[in-house]
Structure formats: structure tokens, C-alpha cells
């Protein structure tokens, strides 16, 4: 039509009509720069109406995979190849918009425009129904909990009836798989579908987030795991193996517990002996893996026990740390109540059998009783604190009496001299050897005698003879009297926590270390929070996770990334808040 419009001429266009002889009648090569235009603009037409059909094509054909859940069919699109069906949308879309801003897209320009929309309202479609699918999976795996269908019946039931919805939605779609066919169109559309469910399982989270919110009110440490976690923890109610899985998350280094006899005179793990541990469980602390390592036969002897059937109350008379060491509680914890309940108690009950052994170690030392005594006696933290009173106790003695007696601090040097000497003979003992615990414990003890020995003699060169001496009060020293255990550091003070720390208390002791406390001890003091900034040489958080266990603080550690949330931040702060346990924040900016 072009050609005709600009030679002036007019033939038939037609296949069987048009010959060649009418083209050479129109005098072609006096319009040969008009005619070039007209061709070259055919050919980038051509161009852009190949790559259309090739779009066409390839999304006619395409098609959406599906995963099996749990064993309940094909209910999940499959993620890594939605993924990358996505990334394929992306591309599609660029290829069309370009197109569009073509100069030559004329004839095509509604077509690709068409294609453009369709493309684009797939992508929508698909983005959204993987938020709900991942929406979907959470709530799932918590409504399904019995516990939740008790505590929440009316949630439960809104649920049953998303999951109804979900199930045949996804049914219907893998017959489909097109994904055209799947994600544009039809009746209803699906993104009224999936706005529909979205809103709904929304209003279900809330609900489920007010009830989880009452939970932690009740024990605060519970702030600190996620909610499916926490779930897993309220439906297992008295199962301590299950609920011991997540004790590295809520205490500090609480692995498992030890069980009273039963009336048999055998522990619940079908043991003959009258201490058992439950359950050895070995887990490192996220927010959101956990990994139990126990026998087969365990489990089965223990869910097959009469108090799993509303017998007898099961009791709790110890704990053990991940290091395998061993404390007796002053009471016994009973765990037949609601899981928030007993974890309280056994937290509170630990907390004062460790203050009940630290003012036992006071007497201790005040008696006489030497270091290699107590630290065979007592638990490892209780053992390196008792060290610590007593070297505060001859220190301020020495300096004090450094003024009328030259000899006082030299004294006191050979004093811990002599210690240091002594501590790898126990360590070379048989007994201690085969022990692990009790090696590590005196591999500590030993560790902080030879830098209370340093400091020592540091006192003697810089003759320090007041104990109002900076040289003196800028090291910790611990108090114990009968209201309150606490370190001072200089003028300031923080109470003992008495939270169980095991025998990971990292007593590596160094000169930064020591800068560091000092600094941490007086901001904490005068802005309730610490900011630490290094060099990347210095491990600032085990800096911080060495000091709480000077203090036997609980230390949450939180590694911060792109996808952490004010929310996920402000639950955090509310436990601590609400329980006095310390958070270390890293990679916070």
C-alpha cells in the first residue's frame, strides 16, 4: 500500500494477481530513496513481530511445577523454579517494553501492549501467591498443633477453612499448570483469590500473635525465639525431651535436666540409677534451627512412660551444661504444670541454687578452704567466683596493711605464686584427667590464677598502697554480703545475675579485655547500653560474652541482616526489658 501510495500506481495484492510486471511499471528507481525507507521499515516490522511470536510461544508453553507437602498432595508451587519463572517474566517484560518504544511498532503496537499487560499481571499473580504460600505453610504448621486447635478454637477454625480453600485452589491448578491459564483471567480471577485468603490468614496471625504475646508475658525469655518455635515448646507442655531441644535459646548454657526415681525406684529413661539425665541435647543457639541428639530407644522409654498417661508429676532435681557438668538443685522443679510455668520455676530454682553455692563458697574461703578444695567441691562458675572473693579479700588486706608491713604486697605475690604452682599438679591427677569437667574447670582456674598473679605483682612494682588506688579499683573485684552478690569495677557495680554458665565462661583475661570492662562496666552504668566499635582484629562479641559470664548475665547475641525488621527488634528489646537478660546487637548499622 505504501509503494502504490508513493509511485501513484494501483495493483492487486493478492499472491495470484500480483505479478512482477507490475512492479516494473510503477518505475521503481525513481522513487529509490522512498522505497528503501518503506523497506527497511518492513524489515524492522518483521524483526519485531518474530520476537512477539517467539514470546508468544514460549509463554504459550510454559508451565507452573508443584511440590508435594508433607503428604497431602501437590498443595506448594515449586520455590527455586517459581524463582527462576519469574526472572523469565522479568526478561519477557524488558523485551516488550522495548518493543513498545520502537518507532516501527505501528502494527504490532496493540498486540505487544496486550502481551505486555498479560505478562505483567501474571508476575503480580505469581509474586502474591508465594507470599501466601509462605503465609499459608507457617499458620499450617501451627494450627495443625492440637494445642493451638485447644487454645484457639475459633483461629483454628477460620484456618480449616483457608486451608479448604488452598487445597483446592492448588488441586485445580495443577491440572491447569499452564501459566497463563493459571494466573490470567478466569472466574474468579485469582488475585481475588489469593487477596481473599491473604486477608484472611492476616486476621488469623494477629490473633495468634496476641495469644503467643500472652505467653511471653508470662515467661519473657520465650521474646526470644521465633513463633513456631515457641509453638513446638507450649504444645509439648510436660515432654522435657522435646521442650529441652530449645533450653540453649532461653538459658544460658542449661543443656539438659537431671530426673528424680520414679516410684519404681528407676528414672522415666528406664535407668536404674538414681539420677538420669533426660536428654543430652547439643544445640547451638539460633533463633530458628535446633537439632536433638538422642537414641531411639530413649525416646521410646521415656514417651512410654505412665507420666506421659496423667500419672505421677515429673520432677526435676538437677541440670547439666553442655560440657557434661553436673549441679543438684536446692529444691525440686515439678513439671507437670503449663510449659511457661515450670521453665520459670526451673529458671528461678537454678538462680538460687547458684547463689545458695556461692554463699556456701564465701564460708568456704572465710574457714580456709584452699583453691585446689573448692574447686573440686563447687561448679565451675561458683569455683572461679569463690577465687575472686578470696583474691579481693587478700588484696584489699595487703594493700591496707602495705603501709606499715613493705613486705604486705610482695607477700601477696608469692601467695599466688604458690597457687599457680600447685594447680597443675591436681591437673596432672588421674581423677581430674578422665574427668573433662573437672579438667576444664581447673584449665580456668589456672588461667585466672596466673593473671590475678600478674596483677599482683603488678601492685608490688607500682607499690600501690591505697585500696582507693585506680591501679586497684579498675580491676573486678566481687562483694558478697547478705542481700546481694555483685562485681564492682572502679565505683560502679552490677549485680551477679546467678544465671547457670556451665564451664563456658572464656577466661582468656588480656589488657583489652581489661580496657574493656572497665568501659563497658561505666557506660552500662551511666546509659543502660553500649555501642563497641574495634578493630576487626578484636572479637568484640566475645568480648561481651565474656563479661556476662563475670556477671552471669543471660546474653542473647543477635546478628542483624538486610532482612531484620523493627518488629523482630522491638521483641527483643521487650524481653530484655521485661526480664533483665543482656543483648549483644551485631551488625546493627
Known amino acids: 500500500l505504501q509503494v502504490m501510495q508513493v509511485t501513484g500506481s494501483n495493483f492487486q495484492l493478492e499472491a495470484s494477481q500480483m505479478k512482477l510486471c507490475h512492479l516494473l511499471d510503477c518505475d521503481l528507481i525513481k522513487y529509490k530513496t522512498e522505497i528503501t525507507d518503506i523497506v527497511s521499515c518492513a524489515s524492522k516490522e518483521l524483526d519485531l513481530e518474530q520476537k512477539l511470536r517467539t514470546t508468544e510461544e514460549e509463554w504459550a508453553e510454559q508451565s507452573l511445577h508443584f511440590s508435594q507437602f508433607k503428604n497431602r498432595g501437590f498443595l506448594m508451587l515449586d520455590a527455586r523454579y517459581t524463582v527462576n519463572l519469574l526472572e523469565m517474566l522479568e526478561d519477557s517484560q524488558a523485551s516488550l517494553a522495548s518493543?513498545?518504544?520502537?518507532?516501527?511498532?505501528?502494527?504490532?503496537?496493540?498486540?505487544?501492549?496486550?502481551w505486555a499487560a498479560k505478562l505483567l499481571s501474571v508476575s503480580e499473580v505469581i509474586e502474591q501467591w508465594l507470599t501466601v504460600q509462605n503465609h499459608w505453610v507457617h499458620l499450617e504448621s501451627v494450627f495443625s498443633l492440637p494445642s493451638t486447635k485447644k487454645d484457639l478454637p475459633q483461629e483454628a477454625k477460620r484456618f480449616a477453612s483457608i486451608d479448604k480453600t488452598w487445597t483446592k485452589l492448588m488441586?485445580?491448578?495443577?491440572?491447569?499448570?499452564?501459566?497463563?491459564?493459571?494466573?490470567?483471567?478466569?472466574?474468579?480471577?485469582?488475585?481475588?483469590?489469593?487477596?481473599?485468603?491473604?486477608?484472611?490468614?492476616?486476621?488469623?496471625?494477629?490473633?495468634?500473635?496476641?495469644?503467643?504475646?500472652?505467653?511471653?508475658?508470662?515467661?519473657?525469655?520465650?521474646?526470644?525465639?521465633?513463633?513456631?518455635?515457641?509453638?513446638?515448646?507450649?504444645?509439648?507442655?510436660?515432654?522435657?525431651?522435646?521442650?529441652?531441644?530449645?533450653?540453649?535459646?532461653?538459658?544460658?548454657?542449661?543443656?539438659?535436666?537431671?530426673?528424680?526415681?520414679?516410684?519404681?525406684?528407676?528414672?522415666?529413661?528406664?535407668?536404674?540409677?538414681?539420677?538420669?539425665?533426660?536428654?543430652?541435647?547439643?544445640?547451638?543457639?539460633?533463633?530458628?534451627?535446633?537439632?536433638?541428639?538422642?537414641s531411639q530407644d530413649e525416646f521410646t522409654s521415656f514417651s512410654e512412660s505412665p507420666l506421659w498417661s496423667g500419672g505421677p508429676a515429673i520432677t526435676a532435681i538437677g541440670?547439666?551444661?553442655?560440657?557434661?557438668?553436673?549441679?543438684?538443685?536446692?529444691?525440686?522443679?515439678?513439671?507437670?504444670?503449663?510449659?511457661?510455668?515450670?521453665?520459670?520455676?526451673?529458671?528461678?530454682?537454678?538462680?538460687?541454687?547458684?547463689?545458695?553455692?556461692?554463699?556456701?563458697?564465701?564460708?568456704?574461703?572465710?574457714?580456709?578452704?584452699?583453691?585446689?578444695?573448692?574447686?573440686?567441691?563447687?561448679p565451675c562458675q561458683v569455683a572461679l567466683l569463690g577465687f575472686y572473693l578470696q583474691w579481693t579479700r587478700d588484696c584489699e588486706l595487703a594493700i591496707s596493711e602495705n603501709k606499715l608491713d613493705r613486705k604486705a604486697l610482695h607477700n601477696l605475690a608469692r601467695k599466688y605464686t604458690n597457687i599457680v604452682s600447685r594447680l597443675p599438679a591436681v591437673l596432672n591427677k588421674s581423677c581430674v584427667k578422665e574427668d573433662p569437667v573437672q579438667l576444664v574447670k581447673l584449665e580456668n582456674i589456672l588461667s585466672l590464677a596466673l593473671h590475678l598473679r600478674e596483677v599482683a605483682e603488678d601492685f608490688q612494682k607500682k607499690k600501690v598502697r591505697d585500696t582507693q588506688d585506680f591501679e586497684w579499683v579498675r580491676?573486678?573485684?566481687?562483694?558478697?554480703?547478705?542481700?546481694?552478690?555483685?562485681?564492682?569495677?572502679?565505683?560502679?557495680?552490677?549485680?551477679?545475675?546467678?544465671?547457670?554458665?556451665?564451664?563456658?565462661?572464656?577466661?582468656?583475661?588480656?589488657?583489652?579485655?581489661?580496657?574493656?570492662?572497665?568501659?563497658?562496666?561505666?557506660?552500662?552504668?551511666?546509659?543502660?547500653?553500649?555501642?563497641?566499635?574495634?578493630?576487626?582484629?578484636?572479637?568484640?562479641?566475645?568480648?561481651?560474652?565474656?563479661?556476662?559470664?563475670?556477671?552471669?548475665?543471660?546474653?542473647?547475641?543477635?546478628?542483624?541482616?538486610?532482612?531484620?525488621?523493627?518488629?523482630?527488634?522491638?521483641?527483643?528489646?521487650?524481653?530484655?526489658?521485661?526480664?533483665?537478660?543482656?543483648?549483644?546487637?551485631?551488625?546493627?548499622?
Open 171 to 294: 488441586k485445580k491448578s495443577y491440572e491447569i499448570k499452564n501459566v497463563i491459564q493459571c494466573c490470567h483471567g478466569g472466574e474468579p480471577p485469582k488475585t481475588a483469590t489469593l487477596t481473599h485468603l491473604s486477608e484472611q490468614l492476616e486476621f488469623c496471625q494477629r490473633s495468634l500473635t496476641t495469644y503467643l504475646d500472652e505467653k511471653r508475658k508470662l515467661f519473657p525469655r520465650f521474646y526470644y525465639v521465633s513463633d513456631t518455635v515457641l509453638l513446638a515448646i507450649l504444645s509439648s507442655h510436660n515432654d522435657v525431651v522435646e521442650v529441652s531441644k530449645h533450653f540453649r535459646a532461653i538459658f544460658q548454657n542449661i543443656d539438659s535436666v537431671l530426673l528424680a526415681p520414679n516410684e519404681e525406684g528407676t528414672t522415666d529413661c528406664g535407668d536404674s540409677s538414681a539420677l538420669n539425665v533426660i536428654s543430652e541435647v547439643s544445640v547451638e543457639r539460633t533463633i530458628q534451627d535446633n537439632a536433638v541428639s538422642m
Open 319 to 378: 541440670a547439666k551444661s553442655a560440657e557434661g557438668e553436673v549441679i543438684d538443685f536446692n529444691r525440686e522443679v515439678t513439671m507437670k504444670e503449663n510449659v511457661e510455668a515450670w521453665l520459670e520455676s526451673l529458671l528461678t530454682v537454678t538462680k538460687e541454687t547458684i547463689a545458695d553455692k556461692v554463699y556456701e563458697v564465701d564460708r568456704d574461703i572465710k574457714n580456709g578452704t584452699t583453691v585446689e578444695e573448692i574447686a573440686v567441691k563447687f
Open 475 to 589: 580491676n573486678p573485684r566481687y562483694y558478697v554480703d547478705e542481700e546481694v552478690i555483685k562485681m564492682m569495677v572502679s565505683e560502679y557495680s552490677m549485680v551477679y545475675g546467678c544465671e547457670y554458665v556451665g564451664c563456658d565462661v572464656n577466661q582468656i583475661i588480656t589488657p583489652i579485655r581489661d580496657r574493656f570492662t572497665l568501659l563497658f562496666v561505666h557506660t552500662i552504668n551511666q546509659y543502660s547500653g553500649v555501642s563497641l566499635t574495634a578493630e576487626s582484629s578484636v572479637t568484640k562479641h566475645e568480648m561481651a560474652k565474656s563479661l556476662s559470664g563475670m556477671c552471669a548475665r543471660f546474653l542473647l547475641t543477635f546478628h542483624c541482616s538486610n532482612g531484620t525488621t523493627y518488629n523482630c527488634i522491638s521483641k527483643i528489646l521487650t524481653g530484655l526489658a521485661q526480664e533483665g537478660s543482656w543483648g549483644c546487637f551485631s551488625e546493627i548499622s
Open 99 to 114: 518493543m513498545l518504544t520502537s518507532k516501527y511498532i505501528g502494527p504490532l503496537k496493540d498486540e505487544a501492549a496486550s
